[in-house]
């Protein structure tokens, strides 16, 4: 089931850039392109755990500040050759907010 929660305004996200939402103790990085696409990703990079909310969006992926891995942001997985996943989770803009679903998050987690 799912669990959709306001989480800001799209215009609170700079274009290329991202915000961080806190639920728990997980950090979620949202970002948003340059063509107001919005995606959510766990704010760690597979590589070394680098914030990717810090990192440069170009297109519709995210270069990691610490090593320069690029993630994709629709899949948070790392564009070959390198290898592994961010978390990703659903989201979805609706009149201008964007909303995330938190419903893969454990109890543990959160």
Known sequence: MNQWTDILDV???PRLGARVVRHGNLDIAVFRT???EVFALEDRCPHKGGPLSQGIVHGRKVTCPMHGWNVELASGCAVAPDEGCAREFPVRLESGRVWLDLSSVS????
């Open 34 to 36: 340059a063509d107001d």
């Open 107 to 110: 109890a543990a987690a959160a």
């Open 11 to 13: 215009n609170d996200i």
